[in-house]
């Protein structure tokens, strides 16, 4: 029957491919077997509740082989039917071209970009760990799954699957198994022309169990290697198999010919013949295959039921287990949050990563599913909670990440926390967010509410010089679609930032906060219209207004004193605080012309990274005080200043324009 499964799975790939004109059938016809082994006998999941939190994990990894998830998904029963199939690739179809979390019953992240699911997979394992310490009793286990991925070599030579293994390994991850479709084939021809190294040994290296060269078609094989890396409990699991890309393709099989591109008519004819499905039949499935998936969800809703039962004596007999439970899933705040984090009292002046540490501990005592940590910088970035145990191996209650120097998988082993219940913050240098661009913008497509702190957001760094001064980092972060990039002016404003930040639970937040102390800034009206993304912090004396400065983080300091220095040249002058910029774009046109005054007003940003993105609220003379190229080292001050941002000289540049 299984084999009758993974030639059928093998079909209506072919046809769903062949249909769209587009596509990569290697990997479904190379891998069917074992997606059909996973699915069909070895994984807990409840097709008519995709949503079950103790269901196993199946992350494909190579999300270009989507329709080999797809094909399965239908088969098993979830919500995907036939026709949905036939609209693989189309507009809004729930088919596309790579698995999209939330667009398809079944999906558990969005795959695509090589490794990242692998890495997801990392955090979910975790993540499992996790729930575990923190929900189950001794008499109640109600959390207890696996996490599957299938990895293709092109996940396996990406740097961020190196760094989550590792940190996988030293964690000794037993429920994460990991099953390596070794076809030696990728898209430029046989992968030793690039990739010859000892994949088992790395891995072994990494404190994995590996099971190696196992034949990747041989259903028995598959179930023998996955029951044996069931039965490793302190380790990881590797399993490397062995398998032909396009299987079954009478001359594509083993070829890079397959990985790619439709088969063609004639090919796929080839295939259907060697294979026993029938040659003219597109999107054929066989009655008994119904029946077997009919059978086998029974059992599967059993299973999930049973579950559904022991839950509820758990939660009957743990109500406060229960209640932090709830709040976790449904990221719920308590209700006076807000209130107190505002009455948090904090000395200025004070750098925004210190009040950010010292917000975040009082954060994290109120929501428990706040967990995180830093890329080995949690000193510098002021994340690491005193006052909670660290993650580490067979000790999952804590509220600590050690990531160890590894940004790309930290955003990604995020984003599988925050996909199992958890809310995950990170935590790096602003300049190493380039590290990790890849894992936030993925975050950000899939709605994810993971936190970034990024700390020592410019030039003030000082003597570590251009190498840790970030330049085009705050334009490069506000071009991805729903991050929200948040760049405080003081304590008082780090303390909104991070209320907005837990407040956003439909995508993540970027945090960016200075390294040198910042003064307190006096405001006429509080932060009031913090949530607008700009707000007037001091007004003109009189009713006519000569020249607004806006400015954000440490540059609303500056841009302060130089108003100053204009008003005593007898100009109108308002200072404006820009924290989160494309919020602040978002707003209603009167609202923006009410805060920057009218076109007559000149109006002149101060911030120390590049101009990209201000000049749509600029016209005419309006102008940036900027930074177009890379810093130097020295002292911070002496930095700022030899870039032009200097109080005297922004100030006479200003005054030249009204000369």
């Avoid at 596509?23 to 409840?46: D, K, Q, R, W, Y």
């Avoid at 699957?161 to 964690?171: K, N, Q, V």
């Avoid at 926390?417 to 240098?429: C, V, Y």
């Avoid at 380039?434 to 509410?449: F, H, K, Q, T, V």
Wanted: charged fraction near 25%.
């Amino acid at each position: 029957m299984l084999e009758r499964i993974s030639n059928i799975v093998r079909g209506l790939s072919a046809d769903a491919i062949e249909k769209a004109g587009s596509g990569h059938p290697g990997l479904p016809l190379g891998c069917a077997e074992i997606g059909t082994v996973l699915f069909s006998e070895i994984m807990n999941h409840n097709p008519k509740n995709p949503a079950w939190p103790n269901r196993d994990r199946f992350v494909l990894s190579a999300g270009h082989g989507s329709m080999l998830l797809y094909s399965l998904l239908h088969l098993t029963g979830y919500d995907l039917t036939i026709d949905d199939l036939k609209e693989y690739k189309q507009l809004h179809s729930k088919t596309p071209g790579h698995p999209e979390y939330k667009e398809t019953p079944g999906i558990e992240t969005t795959t695509g970009p090589l490794g990242q699911g692998f890495a997801n997979a990392v955090g979910m394992a975790i993540a499992e760990k996790m729930l575990a310490d923190r929900y189950n009793t001794e008499e109640f286990e109600i959390i207890d799954y696996y996490t599957y991925t299938l990895m293709g070599d092109g996940c396996m030579m990406e740097g961020i699957t190196s760094e989550a293994a590792s940190l996988a390994g030293h964690l000794g991850l037993g429920k994460l198994i990991a099953i390596y479709d070794d076809n030696d084939i990728s898209i430029e021809g046989s992968t030793d022309i690039t990739f010859t190294e000892s994949v088992a040994d790395r891995y072994r290296a990494y404190n994995w169990h590996v099971v190696d060269n196992i034949d990747g078609h041989d259903i028995n094989a598959i179930k023998e290697a996955i029951l044996k890396a069931k039965s490793i409990a302190d380790k990881p699991s590797l399993i490397i198999a062995k398998t032909h890309i396009g299987y079954g393709a009478p001359n594509k099989q083993g070829t890079s010919a397959a990985h790619g591109a439709p088969l063609g008519a004639e090919e796929i004819k080839g295939m259907k013949e060697k294979l026993g499905l029938p040659v003219e039949q597109k999107f054929y499935v066989a009655d008994e295959v119904r029946e077997h998936f009919t059978q086998r969800n029974k059992e599967l809703q059993k299973l999930n039921k049973k579950w559904q039962d022991k839950f509820a004596q758990w939660a009957k007999a743990n109500p406060k287990l229960k209640e932090k439970w709830d709040q976790a899933q449904n990221l719920e705040l308590p209700d006076n949050f807000e209130e107190v984090v505002n009455q948090l009292e904090i000395e200025a002046p004070i750098a925004t990563r210190s009040a950010s540490g010292l917000i975040l501990e009082k954060i994290v005592d109120e929501v428990p599913y706040l967990v995180g940590g830093s890329a080995d910088l949690g000193p510098s970035n002021k994340t690491y909670l005193e006052r909670y145990s660290d993650i580490q191996k067979n000790s999952f209650a804590g509220r600590n990440f050690r990531f160890g120097i590894r940004e790309h998988a930290m955003g990604a082993i995020a984003n599988g926390l925050a996909l199992s219940g958890l809310r995950p913050f990170t935590a790096t240098f602003l300049v190493f967010s380039d590290y990790m661009r890849g894992a936030i913008r993925m975050s950000a497509l899939m709605g994810l509410p993971a936190i970034y702190v990024f700390t020592h957001d410019s030039i003030y760094v000082g003597g570590d010089g251009p190498t840790h001064q970030p330049i085009e980092h705050l334009a490069s972060l506000r071009a991805i679609p729903n991050l929200a990039v948040i760049r405080p002016a003081d304590e008082e404003e780090t303390k909104e930032a991070w209320i907005s930040a837990m407040k956003k639970t439909d995508g993540p937040t970027a945090l960016v906060l200075s390294r040198q102390e910042l003064p307190h800034i006096d405001k006429i009206s509080g932060t009031s219209d913090f949530s607008k993304g700009g707000y007037v912090v001091s007004k003109e004396q009189e009713s006519s207004l000569d020249v607004s400065l806006l400015a954000t983080g440490s540059e609303v300091a500056l841009a302060s004193e130089v108003a100053k220095l204009l008003r005593e040249k007898n100009l109108n002058v308002r200072v404006i605080s820009v924290p989160n910029r494309e919020q602040f774009l978002a707003q209603d046109q009167d609202y923006i012309v009410s805060t920057l005054g009218d076109k007559d007003v000149l109006k002149v940003v101060i911030e120390a990274g590049v101009s990209q993105g201000w000049y749509s609220l600029l016209e005419g003379e309006d102008y940036v005080v900027s930074i177009e190229d890379f810093g130097l080292s020295a002292p911070g001050e002496m930095v700022a200043k030899e870039f032009g941002f200097d109080v005297k000289k922004i100030a006479n540049d200003i005054i030249n324009k009204f000369d």
